[in-house]
């Protein structure tokens, strides 16, 4: 055969015609390249193509303004879920519950009372997924009515809001308020203050931050802990760093130079520490609260406070956030021994992580109906 002259393909005979085919197995060539043509690309045989996949449909889900800010990273990486900010407040997130179409949403500390609910009970089944461990802004019992799960973050700030207990701890026992509010003001004057260790320390509720607090308190600042809850704990209190355990709030309050509240808000704690137990505690004693807001009377603590009764406060969380006084006349933003912070107790860029991917893995169970797996907080 000879040679086929230039844009001429090769040829042979076959029955019923000619075929053009090509006269290499998968070569080209060497004249073909020599005259500038294009190697078209080899078509791979099927075995090895890529494996076509269908696109995953991913499920939408609200998150809270707040809360998408502190874990945007892990939201919008998440595969599976096409995650969307939303308001905080109740009514425009229901307005965008019904407008979406959603089935779940992760919210934050804002409380949510009614339309938030009913958005989500036209769905057969919804979540709310709590971005922390309290969940007394969740009505559980409207959830429950509309078959609405509910669900919390546990175990994964508890380093965080411990630290910054023993942080705001060390501000009271140093005076910090009093001196930088001195130095801003151009006066260069020390105040006396005093030492954590071998201090008395009262922690009312041992539950897991209470005993991330004793642990740091006893074994990193050598204070002498005394711990109290409704609960006996799972194991001995001296694992902890407790040298003792009680049932009777009323002995701790008279024991502690140093009360750490870290009671969960429920009707049976609403106000305990009230004017009545604060009465308890000794002379220049000093609080704490990174719990819930609603456990502490704060006129009764302001009064307290003013009276030079208690040598100082340090209050991470408020019964109405942002801080509004109950009493104008009782505003503890106006004493110069307390030290005020809006709520950050949490705000960690590593438990803000943590609890992110908790919350989202909330979700991924719930959608996948393995319900055994879920943090619950919704079940009586």
């Given amino acids: 055969m000879c040679a086929p002259r230039r844009g001429e393909r090769h040829s042979r005979r076959v029955r019923g015609g000619r075929r053009s085919v090509p006269p290499h197995r998968g070569r080209v060539p060497l004249h073909r390249l020599r005259r500038g043509h294009v190697v078209p690309p080899r078509r791979l045989p099927p075995h090895a193509r890529w494996p076509y996949k269908e696109p995953i449909m991913k499920e939408a889900v609200l998150i809270t303004a707040p809360e998408f800010r502190k874990g945007e990273t892990v939201f919008l990486?998440?595969?599976?879920?096409?995650?969307e900010a939303a308001p905080a407040e109740e009514d425009a997130l229901a307005e965008k519950v019904v407008g979406r179409g959603v089935r779940a949403v992760i919210v934050g500390i804002a409380p949510y009372a009614g339309p938030l609910y009913d958005a989500l009970g036209k769905r057969n089944g919804a979540i709310i997924a709590r971005f922390g461990v309290g969940h007394d802004?969740?009505?559980?019992?409207?959830?429950?009515?509309?078959r609405i799960v509910v669900t919390n973050t546990p175990g994964v700030l508890d380093v965080s809001v411990?630290?910054?207990?023993l942080w705001l701890m060390g501000c009271l026992a140093r005076k910090v308020s009093r001196l930088e509010a001195r130095l801003r003001a151009g006066q260069f004057a020390g105040e006396t203050g005093m030492e954590l260790r071998g201090k008395t320390l009262g922690i009312l509720g041992f539950g897991a931050i209470g005993r991330r607090v004793a642990a740091i308190a006893h074994f990193g600042f050598g204070m002498r802990v005394v711990a109290c809850d409704q609960v006996s704990p799972s194991r001995p209190p001296a694992e902890d760093g407790a040298e003792r355990f009680t049932t009777d709030s009323e002995e701790v309050f008279r024991e502690c130079d140093i009360l750490s509240i870290h009671l969960p808000a429920n009707a049976n704690t609403r106000r305990f520490v009230n004017a009545t137990r604060l009465a308890w505690l000794r002379p220049g004693a000093v609080l704490v609260n990174t719990a819930r807001g609603a456990v502490l009377d704060e006129p009764a603590l302001y009064d307290a406070l003013a009276s030079g009764r208690l040598a100082g406060a340090a209050l991470d969380v408020f019964e109405r956030e942002p801080y509004v006084p109950a009493d104008p006349d009782k505003d503890l933003r106006k004493l110069d021994h307390v030290v005020l912070t809006p709520h950050v107790g949490s705000n960690t860029r590593e438990a803000n992580q943590r609890m992110a991917e908790f919350a989202l893995e909330?979700?991924?169970c719930f959608v996948a109906g393995q319900l055994d797996r879920l943090a619950r907080v919704d079940q009586p």
Avoid: G, I, P
């Fill in 162 to 165: 411990a630290e910054h207990t």
């Fill in 137 to 146: 802004s969740v009505n559980k019992s409207l959830a429950r009515q509309h």
């Fill in 362 to 364: 909330n979700v991924r």
């Fill in 77 to 83: 990486s998440a595969r599976d879920m096409a995650c």
